[in-house]
């Protein structure tokens, strides 16, 4: 009987799971699921890790429960160290297997594994399954993608597009081929590190190291229900643009950007909520931020690479002048002398997060008053934040710095305004205060 790999990448769930469901029903007899754990350290453009200690203490926690949910079912999920273009190859060969199916991600880093396995000789069936709403559902083809956001919004709910049901967790999997032999020191789990067994920073806004933030699938199903049986939604409006504490905001982008959560799920559990305790400004508002999310992964199958020039979608070079190379280390080491900026820039290293008004004030001070380059200023956010997501990370850079999709040409917030507006009494700047 054949065998296929199913390799899990930023789809670290059970439940809502298209490339899943594609990968048992191709006919296979057997099935190997598999997670490459990244080379962490690998440096970047810039000089720092790729992924930091939070995100990383995040991820694991993601993949350790999908490896339990996984022994349940009774097929082990199969963990290898190393860049998947090298790993699964040789874990094929090991099986006799010569597919892979796995989520698509339209991002170039993401694009260029997959190229290395299909060069290495490797069927690769890749399944869209991060958004909401499927390409192929949209008003128009998607390279016809309207320029701005409030456009493809409106023409959205004006047709009345709804993201279709998402799919139960598999009840069975095919099971693993037997007497399956691996060659030696190509499988194996990474040892925890110290993000791991530590406890987040207690002023943490999303505080991994309790259980109920923990970032499972499990957890973050756990989270959404509660979320809504408090009624939460109906004051997400309101509190959204505060800048600490656990409620203020629905802490979903932690589970959706892992793919701990489906958003397809989540919105199938709004609409619930909805039908039983009436619509509001807020949940209306959810609704609209997951459209965002849509927007820039839809932004990605549009233009591809082009996102990732330093000039963005802009026919302009991105500076005049020289890039501020020490104005960038000032910024991410919280020491610009601007006391909210700075003050953000710590509670993000604290803590791996990060209230989405301050990652707008903390990247607009880097590309506008410090002259950074936008690129490292996304990098930076890539290797801290617990809720990275490429698409989104991309997408609102490019958006702050005026490369993107932006009609204002770009977002440059008064950094004195913000703090007198969102935190006039002072707290966030006590809360984060240098030690």
Not at 22 to 46: I, K, N
Not at 405 to 425: H, L, V
Request: charged share 20%.
């Amino acid at each position: 009987m054949s065998t296929v790999l199913f390799w899990f990448r930023n789809d670290l769930r059970l439940h809502d799971q298209r490339a899943l469901r594609a990968a048992c029903e191709s006919g296979a007899g057997h099935l190997v699921p598999v997670y490459c754990h990244a080379d962490y350290d690998e440096p970047t453009a810039w000089g720092f890790a790729r992924v930091g200690v939070h995100r990383r203490a995040v991820l694991a926690a993601a993949v350790r429960d999908l490896r339990r949910q996984l022994a349940d079912l009774g097929n082990p999920l199969v963990e290898c160290c190393g860049p998947p273009g090298k790993v699964l190859p040789a874990l094929a060969r090991a099986m006799g297997a010569t597919a892979v199916f796995c989520e698509d991600i339209a991002a170039p880093y993401e694009q260029a594994e997959v190229a290395e396995l299909r060069s290495a000789g490797l069927h690769v069936h890749t399944v869209w399954q991060s958004s909401l709403i499927d390409p192929l559902g949209l008003p128009w083809p998607v390279q016809s993608l309207p320029r701005v956001f409030t456009t493809f919004r409106q023409a959205i709910e004006q047709a009345r597009i709804e993201p279709s049901q998402p799919l139960p967790p598999p009840a069975y999997l095919p099971p693993q081929p037997p007497g399956l032999v691996f060659p030696p020191g190509l499988v194996r789990v990474p040892a925890p590190d110290a993000a791991e067994v530590s406890a987040a920073d207690s002023r943490s806004s999303f505080p991994y190291g309790r259980p109920e933030f923990d970032g499972g699938e499990r957890a973050g199903l756990q989270h959404l229900a509660n979320y809504l049986q408090r009624k939460l939604p109906h004051t997400y409006k309101r509190t959204r643009n505060a800048l600490a504490g656990l409620d203020f905001s629905s802490k979903w982008s932690v589970w959706l950007a892992s793919g701990a959560l489906s958003p397809r799920r989540v919105v199938a559990e709004l609409r619930q909520f909805e039908q039983l305790h009436g619509k509001s400004d807020g949940s209306y508002w959810l609704w609209f931020e997951l459209l965002w999310r849509d927007y820039f992964r839809f932004l990605h199958l549009q233009h591809g690479a082009r996102l990732y020039r330093a000039r963005g979608l802009s026919d302009q070079p991105q500076h005049a002048g020289r890039l501020d190379a020490q104005g960038f280390e000032r910024w991410r080491r919280a020491s610009t002398g601007e006391p909210l900026v700075d003050a953000a820039m710590r509670e993000l290293e604290a803590t791996g997060y990060l209230s989405n008004r301050l990652r707008q004030v903390v990247a607009s001070y880097l590309v506008h008053d410090l002259n950074g380059d936008w690129r490292a200023g996304a990098a930076w956010f890539e290797s801290q934040l617990v809720d990275y997501d490429v698409y989104s990370n991309q997408g609102n850079w490019l958006y702050i710095a005026g490369r993107g999709t932006d009609p204002r040409g770009g977002r440059r917030f008064n950094t004195r305004k913000q703090a007198s507006e969102y935190d006039p009494e002072g707290a966030y700047l006590r809360l984060w205060a240098a030690r």
